[in-house]
């Protein structure tokens, strides 16, 4: 039972700093295609308030959500690996 709590325990250690690894990521990458955008059309006002107002609508984004799978996948894949190990 302490091996299952200390497998638990480092893997959600590990899949948090995958999450925000990966948040991270897609933030910039978005921030980065906005500043682009604005560039390439001259964009409306002042290039901060557009990347910014870009960068709320898309915390409310699907893709924003999508990220939380990090979270779901392994834990899916392992309740799997067990019951197929242990009962099939």
Same mark, same amino acid.
């Given at each position: 039972?302490v #091996? ?5 325990l480092?893997?959600?250690v590990?899949l ?8 991270f990521?897609?933030?910039?990458v978005?921030?980065?295609?906005l500043? #682009?955008e604005?560039? !390439?059309?001259? &964009?409306?006002?002042d290039?901060?308030t557009?990347?910014?107002?870009g960068?709320?609508e898309?915390? &409310? ?10 979270y779901v996948?392994? !834990? ?7 019951y197929?190990?242990?009962? #099939?």
């Amino acid at each position: 039972m302490v #091996a299952l709590a200390r497998l638990l325990l480092i893997g959600f250690v590990v899949l948090t700093i995958v999450y925000f690894c990966l948040s991270f990521y897609s933030r910039a990458v978005r921030r980065g295609k906005l500043e #682009a955008e604005w560039d !390439a059309t001259g &964009g409306p006002g002042d290039r901060e308030t557009f990347v910014q107002s870009g960068l709320e609508e898309y915390d &409310g984004s699907l893709r924003r959500k999508l990220i939380l799978g990090v979270y779901v996948v392994p !834990a899916i894949a392992m309740g799997l690996l067990i019951y197929f190990t242990n009962f #099939a």
